[in-house]
C-alpha cells in the first residue's frame, strides 16, 4: 500500500493543484495557452494494470512466506483493504476517464490466483528442506495438488459435474432475467424515440 501513498503524496500532483488554485484564483495573470491550460486541470489516466501487478506481486509473496511467517496472511489481507481505499479514491478523484479495457484483464488476474496454492506449497516445501533433514510427504503431495490445480481445467470439469446434477443450466430465475427485460425494454423505447423523430424531421 505504499505506492498509494506515495500516489497520494506525490510533490508533482501537489504543485498541480497549487497552479490549478493559482490560475483560477487570477485568471487575467495567467500566460499559459488553452492547451498547456487543458494539459494542467487534465489527470493522469488509471494505469489499471499496474494496479493489478501490484496486487498479484503482494498475493504470491505473502503466499510464499506465509508457511514461515503465518501473520502475513493479516497483513496482506489490511494491505489489500487499504490499497482498496487508495485505488478507489485515485481512480474517482484524480485520475482521467480510463479507457475501455473490458472483462479479459480481470479473468486473467482471476487465473492467475490459480498460482497461489502452488506458491504456497513450493515455499513450505523450501523452507521444510532449509530447517529440517527431511521433508514430510504431505509436503510432496501438496505440491502435486497445486499443480493439478493449475493443469486441470477445474472449470469444465464443475460446470459438467453441476449439468450432470441439476440438469440443464439453460433455466435461470425470473429475478435473474428481470434485469434483462429491463434493458430490452429501455433500448426498445429509445430506438422508438429515435426513429419517432426522425420520422418527424
Known sequence: FTSNVSAILDPSYLYRLYSRRKLIQNPQES?????????????EP???AKHYAEKLKFIFFAAFYIPVLPLGSI?????LIISYWGDKYILLRRSAWPPHIGKHLSNAMIRNLEYVPLIMALGNLAFQAALFPQIPFVD???????????VLPWSQILQRCCCSIG?????????????????????????TNVCDRITNW
Do not use: H, P
Open 75 to 79: 497483513c496482506l489481507i489490511l494491505s
Open 46 to 48: 488509471f494505469d489499471i
Open 31 to 43: 500566460t499559459l495557452t488553452q492547451s498547456e491550460a487543458n494539459k494542467l486541470f487534465e489527470d
Open 140 to 150: 510432496w503431495i501438496s505440491v502435486c495438488l497445486g499443480i493439478l490445480n493449475i
Open 167 to 191: 440438469g440443464s443450466n439453460d433455466k435461470i430465475s425470473y429475478r435473474l432475467a428481470k434485469g434483462y427485460f429491463i434493458t430490452v425494454k429501455t433500448v426498445a423505447k429509445k430506438t
